[in-house]
């Protein structure tokens, strides 16, 4: 199964951009999904988590800006992010636990989500 992003771009700080996730091969509707995202010469860092049962969980860096959700007829999931500051710009990364339907705190561990996708860009300029 692969994950593919798409959304990421170019925004002046304080505008707005939604990612999109899909899957192919494979269904995550009831699974544990998040975003993550990874600046140079930085770790990877949760952004958003959703679980089976829609309940979410942000990294306090994002919170009340950004917000994730899934449209389960269409399995695809999202991350909707406003008010966008230059420290947002990062690579974002789509992952899903394939085994899990919660999530507990795995918005703190990459290494916990078995499935990827390659990620989209997103640079915010002052």
């Known amino acids: 199964a692969q994950l593919m992003e798409s959304g990421g771009g170019s925004v002046q700080a304080g505008g707005s951009l939604r990612l999109s996730c899909g899957s192919s091969?494979?269904?995550?509707?009831?699974?544990?999904m998040g975003w993550f995202r990874q600046a140079p010469g930085k770790e990877r860092e949760g952004v958003a988590t959703?679980?089976?049962?829609?309940?979410?969980r942000y990294a306090d860096s994002v919170k009340g800006r950004f917000t994730i959700s899934r449209d389960n007829p269409k399995t695809t999931l999202y991350l909707q992010m406003n008010s966008l500051k230059p420290e947002d710009t990062a690579m974002y990364y789509c992952?899903?636990?394939?085994?899990?339907?919660?999530?507990?705190?795995?918005?703190?561990?990459?290494?916990?989500?078995?499935?990827w996708g390659q990620g989209t860009q997103v640079t915010v300029s002052s």
């Open positions: 091969g494979y269904t995550y509707i009831t699974r544990c």
């Open positions: 959703i679980d089976g049962d829609g309940n979410t």
């Open positions: 992952a899903a636990r394939p085994l899990f339907r919660y999530c507990h705190d795995s918005i703190l561990d990459p290494s916990s989500f078995g499935a």
